[in-house]
């Protein structure tokens, strides 16, 4: 059904050191907006954020795949809500935020661990990204990031349990990872998300092509994911918060809101939660 956005990667990414077949990543939609990715070899799998067993227990019937691993990013049911049924059909090692209490998390961990996942030839290392919940995790490969709520193409995740601060730090370590990085996100928000972004950035020429693409495939109902950190450079106005025309053209019309990057950002998060409204000032 998403053929044209099933990713295969061969020996020749960096990836695949250990390992001589090729990988497979595949979103599979849940719920209204969802993405549960898998990745699998052709014989073995892992799931990022089941939210539910559904989909996923037919695709992996489907090829024929004995799914070994699950890595979750945060606590919220749309992402975990999946996990038991699923470990009730595999009995996959769990992987997820140690600072969450997440039922049937087997392996807690903390941002700096690593952790490899053999029958697939990956290690993973594990980002701080905390922000959207104050546990939230990233997992990140050379040339891939599951991101969980974090980012989402053209967008970033609502803050619900950490700060602003821990937002935009979170968004900014992921700027220093390599510009070809795939991003997996696990919302399709994109259409949402460049409304805004146009709102924000009106004269971004990059968003506006990107804008193009992006009705395109949403008309044939396709995926907008994985997006790539280089694409999200130029069209992310949360990635965007130090390019100095957007900071301009924004410090000139809210001075008293914005001063430097993060008061840029602190705006723009607000102003997102209320689009298509003006931003509310007077904070
Ligand atoms: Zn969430």
Redesign the pocket.
Known sequence: MFSIHDFILTENTSLMANNSASLRIHPIPAFQDNYIWVIDNGQHALVVDPGTAEGVVQYLTQHHLILTTILI????N??TGGIDALTEYYNPVVYGPLKEEIAGVTHGLVPGDVIDINDLGLHFAVLDFSG??LG?IGYSAPTMLFC??TLFSAGC??I?EGTPERMFKALNSIKTLPLNTRIYC?HEYTQNNIEFALAVEPHNIALQQYAKRVNLLRQKHLPTLPTNLELELSVNPFLRTDQATLMEALASQYPKAIQDALSLFTFLRAWKNVFPHPPSLGH
Do not use: S, V
């Open positions: 990013t945060h606590h919220h749309d992402h959207h919940t939230h969980g709520d995740g609502r619900f696990t």
